[in-house]
């Protein structure tokens, strides 16, 4: 619709605008403060225009962390947030792609048991069953390590979902065709059913990635050895000692490296961010 | 629940090929959520050595526990503030959005990627800014006249915390509206306009109401997102402080039975978020059915 | 190259829905036979038997007299053309072709050899290294087809391979199906709801009705002789018409009806035997109202009303009749023309007139 409101495209703008600059302000206070020497804060109100300390600031961060607190060095931190969301994001995905595979394409006794045992997994967040959850990672071993702190996370209904739904519409031919060309059901699988579910997939990614990378409770229950600290947890060490021990420059130096993976990856695949966030709330 | 018309004959694979969910499922969910529903019927003595069978008293104490009931009313004002605010914010910047053309994308870019960042994160930004002693906000409020303390003031750290939730869940919401906005007909709209309604009343008698299916889905996303998700806002500044103030109950039930060693208290709390979550899902997931009739 | 032989085969769905009850036939080595029937009458289910894509509840199937009741799909050396196709949508048009080579093991070159035969064949060889979006309908159905083709199965089976393209280029792939098969001699089981296309294209005809067959026979035979009133309505367009015989009595054809069994109620006559000239030899003659006169180019339609009778009645004449709307006239009908049927069991009663 043609609308000729100068005004009222104006009043949208200055929405929008004072709209955008309150959601960035946080992490633009985060970055100037990130580039500021020790002395700023002990002078009052942090200044709003960049310091001079940047390169500084972010590789002392990255080589050496804090250690006082207890914080390893940055860049270690950061590979095990990947090792970690990459963990997690593939174990879900391989994991969810098998099972929805399996409830489509096969009948088989227990198949509604199967579904809904996989539905149950929405509702027990590992908030709700922190201790007992914990307990069987010890059991099973599993503390300080990448196992533990990858696969309790990787059953997963939503992404099963959205394969199962996927999956209901690919035509049904395809897999007759398929079976009359000789492939057999793991073969149809990869030559069919995963080339066709490519975007879905990249779609999932994307999320999971993000879910993985910003794991929190997960990580503090089941590392004690800094070794295993991914950077979202390894902020938290700082920050229990900031009040008593003010290292803002450091802390916000490495905010803006935990946080700017993540973001990143929503900017530069920003399209299959929406459809894969849009997609898995169907 | 359906197959494909035709599958595929096999006796095994279909279970080999279930195998891992399912036996994840069992081990780290399914397992763990039976022993908080058995541990929430004990009491362990101080010193973790004799274990008693209790049956509900667990949670009659709970019902009873000062402490309890003040988590679920921190829980009830954060979850319902972070909502409001969150959605408000989201709204609105949708429904503008929506009325661009050319710089759409440009805003909708500028909007949506504080989604990547994670809640412990978007805690530790806010808290800095509300820093009393050397945080931006306070100091203007101050020339406002207003002492801004988060470590002493409870509504301030409430508020704290609630700003830093909403701000993380505004790009969701924005875009599930926008995406809503979107699927209204143009049409409904030029027929208004024709009636000669003003773009206001436009909005509020047209586009809100067709909106209400987005608006209430998100409602309930809102609210598991803030009791559920956000544990690490709470973790990574106030700590469920100043005196209680937010101690919302998936904090209360980390700090009680990870911290504390209150095993038994810990189990029947989790045994009630496990209720909260399941009806919480089903609500979701009924209204999604009528979605997807629509 | 193979036979088939199907005996008493049956499908029963679950809820006891009966979709093919007892099918006994005989495809010869290289012969092309169709299976044509109204919607819902089982002709697909019958077809995925023999694909095996469908289990068979009951019956046997042999393959060159080898019983595949219950073998897979690729182990029973056929190949299927699906109506919407089912290309691989991922898979370049070369890549389709070559799947189920791939999956068989065949060497590389003589995949290639046989995909570029096969696309050579069918006129689709520009096209082999794109995908199927970016082809046409036509040019769809082309790559189905070669899909088939390169397997050089021992029997194709076509599940209204043509019921996606538009009128025109219908006929055409309609010629060519029938060409290649001429020259690949490979024996076809081929599924239409078109009776046009199922004369038109079948050595042999097979009639399905209600999951059982009525009439098995050459395309004369079935258009000639139909052995019910159902294949006799369903095959040959503008449909048969029916006249009770009591009505042909009272106009006064006695004579002409002596030799009809003595159970006959029904007479069917084709549009095309109901004539506006006289004949020299002893007929019949009805008398009826022009209601609607419908021009289709090299023939036109006259929608009559017989005169005593509500039976709407169609009649097919040359291309410019000398007829009009309204006009009360008298048609002639040989009766070597009529086909006798019994309206109780809905066969016909005897074999022919000559
Ligand atoms: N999976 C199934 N479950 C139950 N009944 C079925 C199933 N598939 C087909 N049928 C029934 O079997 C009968 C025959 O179906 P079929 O698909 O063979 O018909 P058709 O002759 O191919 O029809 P069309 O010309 O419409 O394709 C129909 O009544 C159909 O409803
Ligand atoms: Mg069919």
Known sequence: MVENRPWGNLLAHLILIVGVALVIFPVYVAVIASTQGP??????????????????????????????????????????????????????????????????????????????????????????????????????????????????????????????????????????????????????????????????????????????????????????????????????????AADSDPQWHLIMATVVMAALPPVLVILFMQRLFVKGLTETEK | MQTKQMTFPSRWLPYALLAPQVAITLVFFLWPASQALYQSLLRQDAFGLRTTFVGLDNFARLFDDPGYLNAVSATAVFAVGTTLLSMGMALLLAATVNRMLRSRESYTTLLVWPYAIAPAIAGVLWWFIFNPSIGIVPYILEILGYRWNHRTSGSDAMLL???????????????????????????????????????????????????????????????????????????????????????????????????????????????ILMAIVVVLTVIQFRFIERRVNY | MASIQLTGLKKTYAGNVEAVKGIDLEIADGEFVVLVGPSGCGKSTLLRMVAGLETITDGTLKIDDRVVNDLEPAERDIAMVFQNYALYPHMTVFGNLAYGLKNRGVKREEIERRVHDAAAMLEIEPFLERKPRKLSGGQRQRVAMGRALVREPSAFLFDEPLSNLDAKLRVQMRVEIKQLQRRLKTTSLYVTHDQLEALTLGDRLVVLNGGSIEQVG????????????????????????????????????????????????????????????????????????VELFEAAGAESHLYVSLEGSDQPTVIRTSARPPVAEGETMRFHVLPSALHPFNQASGKRTQQGVS
């Open chain 1, 39 to 240: 002395g700023e804060f002990l002078r009052g109100t942090l200044p709003l225009l960049p310091g001079g300390h940047a390169l500084e600031n972010y590789s002392a961060m990255w080589q050496a962390g804090l250690s006082r607190v207890g914080a390893p060095p940055v860049g270690q931190m950061l590979w095990n947030s990947f090792v970690m969301a990459m963990a997690i994001t593939l174990g879900k995905l391989s994991i969810s792609l098998l099972s929805a595979f399996a409830i489509v394409y096969f009948r088989f006794p227990f198949r509604l048991v199967f579904f809904w045992l996989i539905f149950i997994t929405l509702m027990l967040p590992v908030e709700v069953r922190i201790i007992p959850t914990f307990q069987v990672v010890a059991d099973l071993n599993m503390l300080n390590s990448f196992a533990g702190l990858s696969i309790p996370l990787i059953a997963s209904a939503t992404a099963t979902f959205l394969f199962r739904q996927f999956f209901m519409t690919i035509p049904e031919e395809l897999m007759e065709a398929a079976r009359v060309d000789g492939a057999g059901p793991l073969r149809f699988f990869k030559d069919i059913l995963l080339p066709l579910s490519v975007t879905n997939i990249a779609a999932l990614f994307v999320i999971l990635f993000i879910y993985g990378w910003n794991q929190y409770l997960w990580p503090l229950l089941i590392t004690t050895d800094p070794n295993y600290y991914t950077i979202v947890m390894g902020i938290q060490r700082m920050t229990t």
């Open chain 3, 218 to 289: 050459t395309p004369m035979e079935v258009y000639e002789k139909p052995a019910s009133m159902f294949v006799a309505t369903f095959i040959g367009s503008p449909a048969m018409n029916m006249l009770p015989v009591a009505y042909l009595r009272e106009r006064g054809a006695n004579g002409l009806l002596d030799h009809l069994a003595a159970d006959t109620d029904v007479i069917g006559i084709r549009p095309d035997d109901l004539r506006i000239e006289a004949p020299d030899e002893d007929h019949l003659v009805v008398t009826g109202t």
């Open chain 2, 161 to 271: 915390v609630i700003f830093a939730a909403a701000w993380k869940q505004i790009s969701y919401n924005f875009l599930f509206f926008l995406a809503g906005l979107q699927s209204i007909p143009q049409s409904l709209i030029e027929a208004a306009a024709i009636d000669g309604a003003s773009p206001f009343k436009r909005f509020w008698t047209i586009v809100f109401p067709l909106l209400s299916p987005t608006t209430f889905f998100l409602m309930v996303v809102n609210v598991v997102y803030a009791m559920f998700d956000t544990f690490g806002v709470i973790h990574a500044t106030t700590q469920g402080g100043p005196a209680q103030a937010t101690n919302i109950l998936v904090y209360k039930v980390y700090a009680d039975g990870f911290v504390g060693l209150n095993l038994g208290s810990s189990a029947a709390q989790s045994v």
